[in-house]
């Protein structure tokens, strides 16, 4: 359970000239709104560093203070209403810096032309795109591994059981906020999202695209204990709207003191989405599509490639911890905007060694290839195909998988791949109806091309 913070005293300061003045240094060593770290803590944290002889609540009044200076307004939340509020930390200066120069459109055409290989390039992020439905569903409690989950995706199966439903709802969600992301927010909007995501899962228990009617949803943490009561049913809708007329305004004019860079405002609807709890369940799913949806709307286009589900997966009570942080101190925004900023940071840092890594393997493979007299033998499409499986972006192929990312014919992809068995470099095995393709050993294969 998170610590709450104490009361605040309003006058730290005047109190501190009666009681503690020997003192007086100490605490002013407080009186910063970030550690020497760049850390923003809350008091469930902070209480941990108070020197011993300090009083609790006059040192969270005095970092307190020091913070309220800072503290801008961005988005009233809740019922009864909340102002919440943000300040600028280091930790949002890198994400905001990192987002504008690697995620942009421009920056996927410069990935591309750099690489040189368009096919390829297409190969990796379509490939890629998978990972933020899988990772989201995982963080859902969806019991299914990465491998099985890609291998649902690619060979387009028919899900059986809950958890795959779950993986492919959420990849039809990822979808549809990439294809609606030149509509305006409305509430309409968020409660489709919330169908195309859960129909068909458990209709009884998602209830797809209604509102919650009641106040019986609570959020419970692995001891079953509430962790957080969402605002009231009555209501729900109008203060949807609020929002949806929140993130329809125009928050990028750099000479309005109302700015809020993008990927703050993204990670905003993220957080007032899992705040207001408006589903009986996949709320969590809806609250990341709408951040995604957000940036595809402004532009940043390689966040479809960007999987921040797949890092909140890997600390799921450091994530709920945002969320409380934020709720327990007066809506404090930037608890959770820091937390989702260096997620994202890292994110961006594992796409961008993803394509570089793509890059390098490109240059040693074609090598190879030059020297192996295999250059002038295969296609251009079997050539991306064998690259793709080399690399390890993709382990098993079909027909239908190859014809999705190639954009050719089923029979185009059934040649590129049964050409590939032809040369030894693929071999085959029958899956039920279905040949699933996989590369052969690269070991086997040069040892083969040198006998």
């Known amino acids: 359970m998170v610590k709450r913070p104490p009361a605040l005293i309003e006058n730290p300061f005047a109190q501190l000239s009666v009681q503690q003045s020997n003192l007086i240094g100490e605490y002013l060593e407080l009186f910063t709104p970030l550690d020497d770290k760049g850390r923003y803590q809350h008091f469930d944290e902070l209480r941990f560093r108070i020197p011993k002889e300090l009083d609790h609540s006059l040192a969270w009044s005095v970092v307190k203070q020091a913070r309220q200076r800072q503290l801008n307004p961005i988005i009233p939340l809740g019922e009864p209403e909340q102002l919440g509020k943000l300040l600028l930390t280091p930790a949002m200066q890198m994400a905001m810096a990192e987002a504008d120069r690697h995620t942009s459109r421009a920056a996927l055409e410069w990935i591309s032309g750099n690489i040189g290989e368009l096919q390829h390039v297409q190969y990796l992020l379509k490939d890629l795109v998978e990972d933020e439905a899988i990772s989201s569903s995982q963080l859902e409690g969806a019991a299914t591994t990465t491998k099985v989950a890609k291998a649902l995706l690619k060979r387009q199966l028919g899900p059986r059981s809950p958890d795959e439903k779950m993986i492919v709802g959420n990849f039809r969600l990822m979808q549809f906020a990439w294809n609606q992301r030149h509509k305006p927010l409305s509430t309409e909007l968020i409660t489709e999202m919330h169908r195309v995501g859960v129909e068909g899962i458990d209709d009884d228990k998602y209830q797809p695209g209604a509102l919650r009617a009641d106040d019986e949803v609570v959020v419970v943490d692995a001891e079953g204990n509430i962790v957080h009561t969402p605002p009231p049913a009555k209501g729900l809708e109008r203060r949807l709207t609020k929002l949806a007329k929140w993130a329809n305004g125009n928050h990028h004019d750099v000479e309005s003191s109302q700015y809020l860079h993008p990927l703050l405002k993204a990670i905003v609807l993220h957080f007032a989405i899992g705040f207001e709890h408006p589903f009986r369940d996949g709320n969590g799913r809806v609250a990341r599509s709408l951040f995604y949806w957000y940036l595809f709307k402004?532009?940043?286009?390689?966040?479809?490639?960007?999987?921040?589900?797949?890092?909140?997966?890997?600390?799921?009570?450091?994530?709920g911890k945002s969320y409380l942080f934020t709720e327990t101190d007066e809506m404090d925004l930037t608890y959770f905007i820091d937390y989702q900023c260096r997620v994202i940071t890292r994110a961006i840092a594992e796409f961008k060694s993803a394509c570089q890594r793509a890059m390098d393997n490109i240059q040693t493979f074609n090598t190879f290839l030059y020297e192996s007299g295999l250059y002038r033998e295969l296609s251009d499409k079997q050539k991306t195909v064998l690259q793709v499986a080399k690399n390890g972006i993709a382990s098993q192929f079909t027909a239908a998988n190859v014809k999705e990312?190639?954009?050719?014919?089923?029979?185009?992809?059934?040649?590129?791949?049964?050409?590939?068995?032809?040369?030894?470099?693929?071999?085959?095995?029958?899956?039920?109806?279905?040949?699933?393709?996989?590369?052969?050993?690269?070991?086997?294969?040069?040892?083969?091309?040198?006998?």
Request: charged residues 25%.
């Open 405 to 451: 990312n190639l954009g050719c014919s089923y029979n185009t992809a059934a040649s590129v791949l049964n050409g590939l068995v032809q040369k030894k470099l693929f071999k085959k095995e029958k899956s039920g109806r279905e040949w699933i393709y996989s590369m052969v050993d690269v070991d086997r294969i040069v040892q083969d091309w040198k006998s």
């Open 298 to 319: 402004q532009d940043f286009a390689a966040f479809r490639y960007i999987a921040i589900s797949t890092l909140l997966k890997a600390a799921p009570v450091q994530y």
